[in-house]
Structures are given as C-alpha cells and as structure tokens.
C-alpha cells in the first residue's frame, strides 16, 4: 500500500501562483508513475498532469501547459504541482495519484490507471 498526502491548496487570486505537494509513505518503490487530477463542482474528475517516477518524463494536459510545472524530489517521496498564472477555471480539488504500471502514452491521463489517490486538497481562485 501507498498513502498519498496533498498540501498547498489555498485561496489565491486569478494571476498568482500555488505550490501543491504531495508526499508518499509506505510501498513505494512500486511506484511508475505519479499524478495531478483535480475536480470543479459539478463535473467529473480530470487529468492535470503526470510524471514518471524513475524517468522523470512529464505529461501536461492542454489547459494547464505553460502555466503547471510537475517536479519530484525522489529522496522525499515527494511530488510538487507549481502551479502559475491560476485562472478561475483552476478552481478545483486537486488530487495526488500514484500508478504501479507500467504505463503507455496513454496510462498517464486515465485515472483508472492509478492505484493510490490521496484526499484532495482544495484550490481556489477568485477573480
């Protein structure tokens, strides 16, 4: 098992930035792949963007390139969301995954691929 624990949500204005983190603990070294999906109200969950653990090869879905940025810090267990230039349509739950794979190009952005889901943690963006 894996436990995944998000942090950095907040309130911030439309313009500003968000630094999310998501630290792991448990079975780790069974980790490929590590992702950022988040929920607005009243619609279904989606994917941000992904990384692959070992490789460090990133995935950005089209909204967010440009202004997301996913690293990892593998000595921490750790992977980060930089998130610029929010918008109001970033206001979402964003939620940590962690996949044991393999994955293909695909993989990445399916939520069904992942294994382990953290909390959510709540970001919102005022206009």
């Known amino acids: 098992q894996v436990q995944l624990v998000e942090s950095g949500g907040g309130l911030v204005q439309a313009g500003g930035s968000l630094r999310l983190s998501c630290a792991a603990s448990?079975?780790?070294?069974?980790?490929?792949?590590r992702g950022w999906f988040r929920q607005a109200p009243g619609k279904e969950r989606e994917f941000v963007s992904a990384i692959r653990w070992n490789a460090g090869s990133t995935y950005y879905e089209d909204p967010v390139k440009g202004r997301f940025t996913i690293s990892r810090d593998v000595a921490r267990e750790t992977v980060y969301l930089q998130m610029n230039s929010l918008k109001v349509e970033d206001t979402a739950v964003y939620y940590c995954a962690a996949g044991r794979g393999p994955f293909s190009g695909r993989d990445y952005s399916n939520e069904r691929a992942y294994d382990y889901w953290g909390q959510g943690t709540q970001v919102t963006v005022s206009s």
């Open positions: 448990g079975r780790t070294s069974s980790t490929y792949a």
